[in-house]
């Protein structure tokens, strides 16, 4: 997870294209992984001290705020920071629950905090609205929390890498990306300058802002469950209790079947149909200092009846296990350019080709334009003809080395007209 710097750097190896590819960034004094080490070496260091206290409140301010999180903290371990089970936690527990009311949110239909801000607020994207609710947080209700974010230093994505270290990625898909990231964020700075200048802020707190956003939040409900809905799922809820005790046994399913319908029709009665409609981003502490991993099935729910972001675990924990969350199935391309970090054998990670057409016609189709009349006018017609619908455009190829069924599909109908066959014959199935 990129809350500090990027456990890519350092002396490591980014594994892409087939080859280690050194990063070139030099560990700085605020770096975990280099402070971790110096402590192991001699001692803990008062910056690894400093990191303990300010956990520990961070800690008691999670509490005070009615966060729970049941048998597991945040800590450091081998240079990683994340949450760590503190003794063994059974599947099915609530690993942590966050109050709606303490999580940072944000609707894209919401009102602009800042008048300085009020002639650009409703054309800012959410992030750009949620970096602003950051950078105005209450020291006096946040400073715990703000104290154990990452700060300008720490964070390494590769938005905020020089030219020549994103070049050194040699993924050019990747390349792109963040190029394009930096200039949209650039632009979103440029338009929260009278904010910056008013609260004397500089560009760099913008970025930091926007960094955190970008890596930390995530897709929640847009409204709240009124006390009338909440009790008749409540209700619904104690008939599906009462009916196993008087059962001893497994629930009935007509009791299942009524419950199920109990919350939807307690909920029917204020529009939920219209408000399920609408988006809320939340950042929620505590919860957003869980580490990803593509082998967990640990993902955040929200509770209705209680109003709270939670986590189940999926499974059993050992003490001192550490406790991963899984932020979706996403690339190592996604994971680098939001979180900063890459995953070694993510399932979903993937290549993406820029331009799969020149690729085709220099290589696979180029014998069968070859071998045919007009083969060569042909072949170009079908992949301008493929390039003008998109398909041949960032076409990603899985870590198995499989195509998109619909481009597999389309390059079978080239091949097969070039050669006069159908898609279906052997020859334009092996192509």
């Known amino acids: ?20 590819l050194a990063t070139g960034r030099t560990p700085t004094p605020s770096n975990m992984r280099s402070v971790v080490a110096a402590a192991v070496k001699g001692g ?62 944000v609707s ?10 009020a002639s650009v607020w409703s054309s800012l994207p959410w992030w750009a609205k949620m970096a602003v609710k950051i950078l105005l947080l209450d020291p006096q209700q946040y400073g715990e929390y703000l104290t154990v974010l ?8 590769p938005v905020t890498w020089s030219e020549e270290e994103v070049a050194a990625l040699q993924v050019p898909h990747m390349v792109a990306r963040v190029q394009a990231q930096r200039r949209e964020w650039e632009g979103v700075i440029d338009r929260l300058q009278p904010l910056l200048a008013r609260r004397g ?52 399913w007509q009791v299942v079947e009524a419950a199920a319908l109990g919350a939807p029709a307690a909920l ?23 580490n990803h991993s593509s082998t967990v099935e640990n993902e955040v729910g929200y509770d209705w009846v209680r109003e709270q972001y939670s986590v189940v675990a999926a499974r059993q924990y050992s003490t001192g296990a550490q406790v991963h969350i899984s932020y979706g199935s996403q690339p ?43 083969g060569q006018q042909a072949l170009q017609a079908a992949l301008a003809a493929g390039a003008a619908s998109g398909a041949f455009k960032e076409v990603p190829i899985s870590a198995r080395g499989t ?13 097969a007209q070039l050669l006069g066959s159908s898609p279906t014959s052997p020859t334009a199935q092996q192509l």
């Not at 997870?1 to 280690?20: K, P």
């Not at 970025?207 to 909440?230: C, D, I, N």
């Not at 195509?403 to 091949?415: D, K």
């Open 1 to 20: 997870r990129g809350c500090y710097r990027s456990r890519i750097l350092d002396n490591m190896q980014v594994q892409m294209g087939g080859r280690g």
């Open 44 to 105: 803990a260091s008062p910056a690894v001290n400093a990191n303990r206290v300010a956990i520990n409140d961070f800690i008691r301010w999670a509490i005070s705020k009615k966060i729970s999180f049941g048998g597991m903290r945040p800590d450091v371990k081998d240079g990683v920071r994340g949450m760590f089970a503190t003794f063994p936690i059974p599947q099915g527990s609530t690993l942590v629950a966050v109050p709606a009311d303490t999580a940072i949110t």
């Open 108 to 117: 894209v239909d919401e009102p602009c905090p800042a008048p300085e801000l």
């Open 150 to 157: 990452p700060t300008a230093t720490d964070i390494d994505l």
């Open 201 to 252: 802020l500089p560009r760099e707190r913008a970025a930091w802002a926007l960094a955190v956003v970008r890596s930390r939040s995530f897709e929640g409900p847009a409204f709240k469950v009124p006390m009338k809905a909440k009790m008749g799922l409540a209700a619904a809820l104690q008939a599906a209790t009462l009916a196993t005790a008087l059962s001893g046994g497994p629930l009935p």
């Open 268 to 290: 029917a009665a204020w529009d939920l149909q219209q408000a399920a409609q609408q988006v809320r981003y939340a950042i929620a502490p505590f919860l957003d200092m869980m």
């Open 332 to 374: 190592n391309d996604a994971l680098l350019a939001l979180y900063g970090f890459v995953e070694p054998s993510n399932p979903a990670d993937r290549y993406v080709m820029q331009d799969l057409g020149a690729w085709l016609a220099a290589g696979p189709l180029a014998a069968c334009a070859a071998g045919a009349p007009g």
């Open 403 to 415: 195509f998109p069924p619909e481009v597999v599909s389309l390059t079978q109908g080239i091949a």
